[in-house]
Nanobody, 117 residues
């Protein structure tokens, strides 16, 4: 079992920055891929960024060049640095840990990000 706890959401003006964190209950990064998803009202949950167990990263087109995913294995924490935020980035952001092609899949509780002037 893995518990994930997100933090760092809040209200920010367009063009501003936020850093989300996702703390895992134990050391998992060497075998789990870590994702950030988001879900806006009335929309499906979408993948925003991924960092694999090998350290490779990938991003949704909508956030490329603005968001950066990283991890600190010593702290069992994954981060999502979000720069140049736009109103369309407003959503609940969720952390996910999973092992590809397995049933091992864990979610955090989500953290609200609101981009508004």
């Amino acid at each position: 079992q893995v518990q994930l706890v997100e933090a760092g959401g809040g209200l920010v003006q367009p063009g501003g920055s936020l850093r989300l964190s996702c703390a895992a209950s134990r050391s998992i990064f060497n075998i789990y891929d870590m994702d950030w998803y988001r879900q806006a009202p009335g929309r499906q949950r979408e993948l925003v960024a991924r960092i694999t167990s090998d350290g490779n990263t990938d991003y949704a087109d909508a956030v490329k060049g603005r968001f950066t995913i990283s991890r600190d294995s010593a702290k069992n924490t994954v981060y999502l640095q979000m720069n140049n935020l736009k109103p369309e980035d407003t959503a609940v952001y969720y952390c996910n840990a999973h092992i590809p092609i397995s049933s091992l899949d864990y979610w955090g509780q989500g953290t609200q990000v609101t981009v508004s002037s």
